[in-house]
């Protein structure tokens, strides 16, 4: 469980991040945290592996305050995916990378075992030998995760996972977080990925100017004009066009998001008598 | 004369066994707006890379066919003569830009030609102004957000005043509202300058307003080239794994369902108009 309660966030340059903000994340949780750049999302989430501390209020990770635990300790419950791979990958060969995570943490007695599971489990046994400079940026993508959730951390943080990923990948992705989801991890996901964020039907929070605007589900958030405008974020292709048949056309149910939602709303209202 | 002419043209990279692109057959004028879109590894990046010369003067391998751009054929010209009718914009713009502030930034490319100072400062204030960027003459690029990083990345490809503009996954770091304001730059300076712009991208939703031409790749090879609703409707979309835009799912499967469409709509403005005319049917 991870509890964030009245904290506040000023970085050394004097800008405060985070005003006052308090959340509770049961265990087995899937979180959207979104909202426009420079809202405080990743110094949120920075907070989750004790990156970063709280200048005011406290976080507590299973109960314990995040100050009195060192990052190492952190992250073995707390596992922290960077939106670019090249920020977090240094070592000279994929299996490397991964055992660094591994000695790092301390997990010498199943190091091979935990080893071969990641690499199987992200599709890399073949890469093991090659330097993770020289893969695509989908397979270091790969790579990141790998070495994050070798260590099978309980609850899992990604930054933005989808930037300048296709759709085979995004896909990939999608299918990962409803694996660990069903696995009873906790997952949250740092995104702008209205889309994505459809697909994965979690709750959200949106963050703005360092405070919560909202905590709802991907309905009662992404289907919201006012929420979406205040939030900076553009609604999905779907949700815009079913507001323009609403304007121009028919009055449609107004939370439209997904794709089925609008056909099925479009044979109802509109066209059912061309069928 | 196109701008653009790839006759038969394959290219492997030095230490590959494979060919990255393949039999490429390609023709563009001057004045288009292309949206280049396939999914990872199909080859798009290769395929701008022997526009602006990078191969196969700066990436070794293995070069057939011929290419042409602007009458010159790019095996016979330097990468540096080419930067001067071809303007590159990569995915990243911190890997991009590379001086101490906008205006050393702006000024970069002018002064490597060796123009005079007085047309390097007219340039420079030309571009600025048009891409609003005045404001951020004397910023450092790290103080700048990503969506004006970008802007400042394409003003400084266009001081060289190019022909063409490539952009390889202009928005992939941008949040959707930075991504929607380069895109629709993109659309203006394309109208206003009759620039030719060749854009990756895999959020083809973006473009749908602006683009008249889409090419589709697989596997090193173009398997689609058309207008917008010729290709994303087709069954190579489909198959290719791109990521088409969720109206147009909507439409396709509303035909799969046995609707009449008249027309395939790709954007939003053309959907309410196949439905206004349905629902009058």
Same mark, same amino acid.
């Given at each position: 469980?991870?509890?964030?309660?009245?904290?506040?966030?000023?970085?050394?340059?004097?800008?405060?991040?985070?005003?006052?903000?308090?959340?509770?994340?049961?265990?087995?949780?899937?979180?959207?945290?979104?909202?426009?750049?420079?809202?405080?999302?990743?110094?949120?989430?920075?907070? /989750?592996?004790?990156?970063?501390?709280?200048?005011?209020?406290?976080?507590?990770?299973?109960?314990?305050?995040?100050?009195?635990?060192?990052?190492?300790?952190?992250?073995?419950?707390?596992? /922290?995916?960077?939106?670019?791979?090249?920020?977090?990958?240094?070592?000279?060969?994929?299996?490397?990378?991964?055992?660094?995570? @591994?000695?790092?943490?301390? @997990?010498?007695?199943?190091?091979?075992?935990?080893?071969?599971?990641?690499?199987?489990?992200?599709?890399?046994?073949?890469?093991?030998?090659?330097?993770? /400079?020289?893969?695509?940026?989908?397979?270091?993508?790969?790579?990141? @995760?790998?070495?994050?959730?070798?260590?099978?951390?309980?609850?899992?943080?990604?930054?933005?996972?989808?930037?300048?990923?296709?759709?085979?990948?995004?896909?990939?992705?999608?299918?990962?977080?409803?694996?660990?989801?069903?696995?009873?991890?906790?997952?949250?996901?740092?995104?702008?990925?209205?889309?994505?964020?459809?697909?994965?039907?979690?709750?959200?929070?949106?963050?703005?100017?360092?405070?919560?605007?909202?905590?709802?589900?991907?309905?009662?958030?992404?289907?919201?004009?006012?929420?979406?405008?205040?939030?900076? @974020?553009?609604?999905?292709?779907?949700?815009?066009?079913?507001?323009?048949?609403?304007?121009?056309?028919?009055?449609?149910?107004?939370?439209?998001?997904?794709?089925?939602?609008?056909?099925?709303?479009?044979?109802?209202?509109?066209?059912?008598?061309?069928? | 004369?196109?701008?653009?002419?790839?006759?038969?043209?394959?290219?492997?990279?030095?230490?590959?066994?494979?060919?990255?692109?393949?039999?490429?057959?390609?023709?563009?004028?001057?004045?288009?707006?292309?949206?280049?879109?396939?999914?990872?590894?199909?080859?798009?990046?290769?395929?701008?890379?022997?526009?602006?010369?990078?191969?196969?003067?700066?990436?070794?391998?293995?070069?057939?066919?011929?290419?042409?751009?602007?009458?010159?054929?790019?095996?016979?010209?330097?990468?540096?003569?080419?930067?001067?009718?071809?303007?590159?914009?990569?995915?990243?713009?911190?890997?991009?830009?590379?001086?101490?502030?906008?205006?050393?930034?702006?000024?970069?490319?002018?002064?490597?030609?060796? &123009?005079?100072?007085?047309?390097?400062?007219?340039?420079?204030?030309?571009?600025?102004?048009?891409?609003?960027?005045?404001?951020?003459?004397?910023?450092?690029?790290?103080?700048?957000?990503?969506?004006?990083?970008?802007?400042?990345?394409?003003?400084?490809?266009?001081?060289?005043?190019?022909?063409?503009?490539?952009?390889?996954?202009?928005?992939?770091?941008?949040?959707?509202?930075? =991504?929607?304001?380069?895109?629709?730059?993109?659309?203006? &300076?394309?109208? =206003?300058?009759?620039?030719?712009?060749?854009?990756?991208?895999?959020?083809?939703?973006?473009?749908?307003?602006?683009?008249?031409?889409?090419?589709?790749?697989?596997?090193?090879?173009?398997?689609?080239?058309?207008?917008?609703?010729?290709?994303?409707?087709?069954?190579? =979309?489909?198959?290719?794994?791109?990521?088409?835009?969720?109206?147009?799912?909507?439409?396709?499967?509303?035909?799969?369902?046995?609707?009449?469409?008249?027309?395939?709509?790709?954007?939003?403005?053309?959907?309410?108009? =196949?439905?206004?005319?349905?629902?009058?049917?």
């Amino acid at each position: 469980m991870l509890e964030v309660i009245n904290v506040s966030y000023t970085y050394p340059s004097g800008d405060t991040a985070l005003k006052n903000v308090s959340l509770k994340i049961s265990d087995g949780e899937l979180v959207a945290i979104m909202g426009p750049n420079g809202a405080g999302k990743s110094t949120l989430v920075k907070h /989750f592996n004790g990156l970063l501390k709280p200048s005011k209020g406290k976080v507590l990770v299973d109960g314990v305050n995040t100050t009195n635990m060192t990052v190492a300790e952190l992250s073995r419950k707390v596992g /922290f995916v960077f939106q670019n791979a090249d920020h977090q990958l240094f070592a000279e060969t994929v299996e490397k990378e991964i055992e660094f995570t @591994l000695k790092n943490l301390g @997990l010498h007695e199943n190091l091979e075992e935990l080893k071969v599971k990641a690499l199987e489990d992200f599709d890399l046994i073949k890469y093991r030998d090659k330097s993770p /400079f020289s893969l695509s940026g989908g397979e270091r993508k790969r790579v990141a @995760l790998a070495s994050v959730l070798c260590a099978n951390p309980k609850t899992i943080i990604l930054d933005e996972p989808t930037a300048g990923q296709d759709l085979v990948q995004k896909n990939n992705l999608l299918e990962l977080i409803r694996r660990f989801h069903s696995e009873g991890k906790t997952v949250v996901i740092v995104s702008h990925d209205v889309e994505f964020i459809v697909d994965i039907n979690p709750r959200i929070i949106t963050l703005v100017n360092g405070e919560i605007l909202c905590d709802g589900d991907v309905q009662d958030v992404l289907a919201n004009k006012m929420i979406l405008e205040y939030s900076s @974020l553009t609604p999905a292709q779907i949700t815009e066009f079913a507001w323009r048949i609403c304007e121009e056309l028919k009055p449609l149910p107004n939370n439209i998001i997904t794709v089925d939602q609008l056909i099925e709303a479009l044979k109802t209202h509109i066209i059912g008598g061309s069928l | 004369m196109p701008l653009i002419e790839f006759e038969n043209v394959s290219f492997k990279y030095g230490d590959s066994e494979n060919y990255a692109i393949k039999d490429i057959n390609l023709k563009i004028d001057e004045g288009e707006f292309i949206l280049l879109t396939g999914s990872t590894g199909c080859g798009k990046t290769t395929l701008i890379r022997c526009v602006n010369g990078l191969i196969p003067h700066f990436h070794q391998g293995v070069l057939e066919g011929k290419i042409t751009v602007n009458g010159y054929l790019t095996t016979e010209q330097t990468v540096a003569f080419l930067s001067t009718i071809v303007g590159v914009v990569f995915q990243n713009p911190e890997n991009q830009l590379v001086s101490l502030n906008v205006l050393r930034e702006l000024a970069f490319g002018p002064e490597n030609m060796g &123009l005079p100072r007085e047309e390097i400062n007219n340039r420079i204030n030309e571009t600025a102004e048009k891409l609003e960027l005045k404001h951020l003459l004397d910023k450092t690029p790290i103080e700048l957000s990503g969506g004006e990083q970008q802007r400042v990345a394409i003003a400084s490809a266009l001081t060289l005043k190019p022909k063409i503009l490539l952009l390889d996954e202009p928005t992939a770091n941008l949040d959707p509202k930075s =991504a929607k304001m380069i895109i629709e730059l993109l659309g203006a &300076l394309n109208k =206003a300058l009759n620039l030719t712009i060749i854009v990756i991208e895999h959020r083809l939703e973006l473009l749908m307003d602006y683009v008249k031409r889409v090419i589709l790749m697989e596997h090193g090879r173009i398997i689609a080239d058309g207008r917008p609703a010729e290709v994303l409707y087709s069954d190579e =979309a489909e198959r290719s794994g791109v990521n088409i835009p969720r109206l147009i799912r909507v439409f396709k499967k509303l035909k799969q369902s046995g609707v009449n469409l008249i027309f395939n709509p790709v954007t939003i403005s053309e959907g309410v108009d =196949a439905l206004k005319v349905m629902s009058r049917c």
